[in-house]
Structure formats: C-alpha cells, structure tokens
T-cell receptor
C-alpha cells in the first residue's frame, strides 16, 4: 500500500513569491493534516480536514496561507506571498476517521521549503 | 496550557543501554499520548501510544510510563541500538484529534 505522497520534495523560492504544496493521502483516509516543522522543532498543526471540510484551521496564518481539499482526497497548501520565516518542512499526514478512538496518523516525507 | 515540554534536547547512549526521554503537559483535556520517531529526511512515524487509563504500555523494547497526577509521561528504550538513532517526539491530543500538540523533540544518538 502506498504511503502519503507529497510533492515537490524540495522548493527554493525568492521572498514574496507564491508556492504550493501537494499531498495525496493514503487511500480511504478521510482525515488529512498539514503541519509545519521548523528546524529542530516538533511539527505544528496548521489545518485538519475531515473529508473536504476544514474542521480545525485555528493555527493557519490566513493572511498568506490557504488550503483546499476539494474532493475530499488530495489537498493543496498555498503560501502567497512567501516570507523568509516560512522556510520549514511542510508535512502532510492522513488517518482514518473514527469517533470512538484515535487513529494513527501516517506522515508523508514532507516538502522542504527555502525562502531566499 | 497547550504546550508539551520534552527533555532532554539531545541524548547519547551506548549500545545496549537504556534511553529515557521525558515529557510533561498542562492541559488536563489531553487523553492520548503518542511517541513518534523521525529519521532525517523522513516524516515522523508512530512508535507507541498510551491512553491515561493505564500507567504503562510496553511494545518490544519500547515502554511508555504515564503519571496522570504529575501530568508526565516518558519513553524508555531498552537495549538501545545504533538503528534507534533518530529524533523522538512526544505528543498529546484530546477530543479525538483536536488540539494535537508535539513536543520539541529529543535527538538520540546510540553509539556502537
């Protein structure tokens, strides 16, 4: 079974440019997460989707970040315009949805963004 | 209150030794405490997790000890191996995946 797929793996852009990251979750996983991981730190949740609905986007900087999951499968995270402080690894994760207990989150390899 | 504190920041252990990583939390609404292992260039992978209704959970060489009253939990890696060298993150979550918070990580190096 394929894991969580993310692309691109690496991206280098100039500040003020736009950038987009793509994630394809594990088949059948209704819940999708986007995290940001700064160097030497733990992942920080940006947004969580249940199917196509964003159920937790409280940590998403909405002035420059946007995300979508139109058909409840793959998802795109966009930054426009990018700032120097956005340099980080952007991780996508997915899990089954259950109201009874926690399901394991499976992480993709991440996209390493460098903003110059 | 949403933070999870983790220590030490880095840890060096000899092969065959015991690695111990500690975490503490404040939010009493947290009721799920996983540990993740991350190798360079890879995403984190779930290692072991515990719910607060038990004080200890063991899976192979990995054990979580949980102290609900102290709001602390720890990961013990027995018979540490060089292949265990990675960064370990504790995390906490409540309400079926809401408020999912990671600790800052511990970089473990196991010397051969």
């Amino acid at each position: 079974e394929a894991g969580v797929v993310q692309s691109p793996r690496y991206k280098i852009i100039e500040k003020k440019q736009p950038v987009a990251f793509w994630c394809n979750p594990i088949s059948g996983h209704n819940t999708l997460y986007w995290y940001r991981q700064n160097l030497g730190q733990g992942p920080e949740l940006l947004i969580r989707y249940e199917n196509e609905e964003a159920v937790d986007d409280s940590q998403l900087p909405k002035d420059r970040f946007s995300a979508e999951r139109l058909k409840g499968v793959d998802s795109t995270l966009k930054i426009q315009p990018a700032e120097l402080g956005d340099s980080a690894v952007y991780l996508c994760a997915s899990s089954l949805t259950s109201g009874a207990y926690y399901n394991e989150q499976f992480f993709g390899p991440g996209t390493r963004l460098t903003v110059l | 209150q949403q933070q999870v504190k983790q220590s030490p920041q880095s840890l060096i252990v000899q092969k065959g030794g015991i690695s111990i990583i500690n975490c503490a939390y404040e939010n009493t609404a947290f009721d799920y405490f996983p540990w993740y292992q991350q190798f360079p260039g890879k995403g984190p992978a779930l290692l072991i997790a515990i719910r607060p209704d038990v004080s200890e959970k063991k899976e192979g060489r990995f054990t979580i000890s949980f102290n609900k009253s102290a709001k602390q939990f720890s990961l013990h890696i027995m018979d540490s191996q060089p292949g265990d060298s990675a960064t370990y993150f504790c995390a906490a979550s409540g309400n079926y995946g809401q408020n999912f918070v990671f600790g800052p990580g511990t970089r473990l190096s196991v010397l051969p």
